[in-house]
């Protein structure tokens, strides 16, 4: 089970994102040709606590921030069969607010829950980066903390570099609103968190942003839960992004998967050779020899064995980088990606 | 094989059931359910009888687990389990763990899944059953997961379909999934409208052939196994020769005597015989699921209303 965590500060929309994104890519995306890409939360009771703050929005309320750390866990299905299963930890903003602050136990306790993490998704909402580009304390504060937050996540574990991060901004349904360029944006974003995606660091690292609808504002002053009333929530996938993410996950998985088949390819590969070099000098034996002990039989039995393997691996391999590539181009469509501080338009990951 | 009923409170599932014991309950003509348990069997029959009368039964207060066996002419073609959930597990606030745990223990071994739609829900233009609905989905998945061998069938039944209303509002949340379900190889699946009452009862007949149709291979698999074991069983213990035959006499003598002192075993001749009943039986069985398998797929394809989604 591949351990997928959620990081941001309160109210950066984690939550919000992963009751949408449970109930929106359930039923599937049609990547063409009648092949769907899902993310489903197989425990049916974790789907309904997340269904819970769903009903909020759905009333025109924002949900309540996330009281305690929760677990959920998901498939990640292609034509629903599964191409990786990862337990989404959506972490307490609110013990985060903390950790700048000299609380020894919010840090010890978020660096046991960076340890092990496959990707590290961390949000940030789209009423901060306006924020912080108008240099309001605030905002700034929000953005750099990001760069805290990898900072840390660097020091105590040692291969951070093979660990994918993407930047999910949320609420970018703001950016229309307040007539923000989501490029300007973005490109701030990129500026400001120049330790994760500047050069030299090989790391791979995303950016997209996400919505749940259209107009549905900031959260205001009064701390009034109300979305704003001309807003409309819209939770098809692809229109708010809401796949992107998982499908950063998904493309990671299947990285590692197209790594490990060439890797048994390449030992089958080599395993034939060997059979084929020793059924030559078995071959080459004299008859007489031959005939006391002859082991051609055994060996074409090898030999078959690992062509056969080889076979699978390559159509294992073959089918793999296609839906690899399939993926790779939804992601394209909606988020940028940087590979050691160069965006790519071909995705790579370690 | 465990079919198992998933849907929200009053979806209609025990209306359902009550209606599948009234079309086939203890029937010795036909096709026909028979419930192991007697109380059980008393339940249902007293449940098929209030429909008679126009009488609904009321919804599941707790989770049931029904054996049955489906039988054909009073014959035991195949047993089955049919689970029963009550509707307002996955929306109650307080669950208790156990519950939990039963639920979703129940999915991981369901081998079929009948989904309850309620046709008034459905009817509603509005995204305000989209949650339950997802809630629909984390079950089907949690079935089908991890199920590596044969196809999963899955029937969705729309109920309340008697009341007016446009249902493709709600059916169209779920067009992505009945799309992947269509071109997956291990899962497929038919939807179904239902209509139950006094007059009405013959659907959850159809939505049963279709499970107990797809359950065939693996029940028969176990049968052909049983079969070749008890030809094993027959090799080892037949008798061969006079030489076997008097010492097989010596032995159920002396086995008459240790029993007439309250002792005893299964003698040579004894495991013999028993091995040549189970083949007798075993091979009975298999006939009768050929020849129901191929009625039953007949009397599938004649039911032009079942919508398929499924890969042959």
């Not at chain 1, 049916?44 to 769903?54: I, V, Y």
């Not at chain 1, 974003?189 to 120049?194: A, C, K, P, R």
């Not at chain 1, 030299?200 to 996400?210: D, E, L, P, R």
């Not at chain 2, 409208?193 to 107990?212: E, G, N, T």
């Amino acid at each position: 089970m591949a351990k997928v965590t959620l990081y941001g500060l309160s109210r950066s929309g984690k939550t919000c994102y992963l009751a949408a994104m449970s109930q929106s890519l359930s039923k599937g995306i049609d990547l063409g040709g009648g092949r769907f890409f899902s993310a489903t939360c197989y425990d049916p009771f974790q789907q309904a606590q997340l269904n819970m703050g769903m009903a909020k929005l759905e009333n025109g309320i924002w949900p309540d921030g996330t009281g305690d750390s929760s677990d959920y866990d998901f498939d990640l299905d292609y034509c629903l069969k599964n191409i990786g299963n990862i337990t989404m930890k959506d972490y307490r903003g609110g013990l985060l607010d903390s950790v700048n602050t000299l609380d020894i136990d919010a840090r010890k306790a978020l660096t046991t829950e960076f340890y092990g993490s496959e990707v590290l998704l961390f949000f940030i909402g789209a009423d901060a980066i306006i924020d912080a580009m108008g240099n309001i304390p605030e905002g700034m504060r929000n953005l750099s903390f990001i760069n805290t937050l990898h900072s840390n996540y660097r020091r105590y574990n040692v291969n951070y570099e093979h660990v994918p991060v993407m930047i999910v901004i949320t609420k970018a349904d703001i950016f229309d609103s307040e007539n923000v360029n989501k490029e300007t944006a973005k490109k701030f974003v990129v500026e400001q968190l120049s330790a994760l995606f500047g050069k030299n660091t090989n790391m791979t690292v995303g950016i997209t942003m996400v919505s749940l609808g259209r107009n549905l504002g900031r959260r205001s002053a009064d701390d009034s839960k109300e979305i704003n009333p001309g807003g409309q929530v819209d939770l098809r996938g692809e229109s708010g992004n809401l796949h992107i993410p998982m499908m950063f996950c998904a493309y990671h998985f299947f990285w590692q998967e197209i790594v490990k088949v060439k890797g048994s390819l390449e030992k089958n590969n080599e395993e034939v050779e060997n059979a084929r070099y020793r059924l030559e000098e078995e071959l080459r034996r004299s008859s007489f020899a031959r005939f006391f002990s002859n082991h051609e039989s055994a060996i074409r039995d090898i030999l078959e064995r690992y062509q056969n393997c080889a076979k699978e691996d390559r159509q294992r391999r073959d089918n793999l980088v296609a839906t690899f590539n399939k993926i790779e181009e939804f992601l394209k469509r909606d988020a940028d990606i940087y590979v050691n501080g160069v965006k790519n338009d071909k995705v790579k990951l370690d | 094989m465990n079919i198992m009923m998933i849907g929200h409170a009053r979806s209609g599932k025990t209306a359902f059931m009550a209606a599948l014991y009234k079309y086939l309950g203890d029937s010795n003509s036909g096709y026909g359910v028979h419930a192991v348990d007697g109380q059980q069997r008393a339940k249902l029959q007293s449940m098929a009888s209030d429909l008679s009368k126009g009488i609904y039964p009321k919804s599941t207060d707790v989770q049931s687990q029904y054996n049955f066996t489906f039988t054909i002419e009073g014959d035991e073609v195949m047993p089955f389990k049919w689970l029963d959930y009550r509707g307002g597990l996955l929306t109650s606030p307080n669950p208790t763990d156990l519950e939990k745990e039963e639920f979703v223990d129940a999915l991981k071994y369901a081998d079929a899944l009948i989904v309850f739609l309620d046709g008034q829900k459905l009817s509603d233009s509005s995204n305000r059953w989209h949650g339950e609905y997802s809630l629909l989905v984390s079950c089907i998945h949690t079935a089908i997961r991890k199920k590596n061998e044969g196809i999963f069938p899955i029937c969705f039944v729309v109920t309340k379909c008697d009341l007016d209303g446009d249902i493709n509002h709600g059916l169209s949340y779920f067009t992505p999934y009945f799309k992947q379900i269509e071109s997956a190889d291990h899962v497929e699946a038919i939807v179904m409208r239902s209509v139950v009452d006094k007059v009405h009862y013959i659907d959850p007949f159809k939505a049963l052939c279709y499970c107990i149709r797809r359950g065939f291979s693996s029940y028969e698999k176990r049968r052909k196994e049983a079969l070749k074991d008890a030809e094993n069983r027959l090799r080892i213990h037949k008798t061969r020769g006079v030489i076997d035959f008097l010492f097989n006499v010596v032995e159920t003598m002396c086995e008459e005597v240790a029993e007439a002192f309250g002792g005893g075993w299964d003698t040579e001749f004894d495991l013999e015989n028993m091995a040549e009943n189970d083949i007798r039986k075993e091979k009975r069985k298999l006939e009768l699921l050929e020849t129901v398998k191929g009625d039953l797929d007949r009397k599938i394809h004649t039911w032009h209303e079942l919508k398929w989604f499924e890969k042959y």
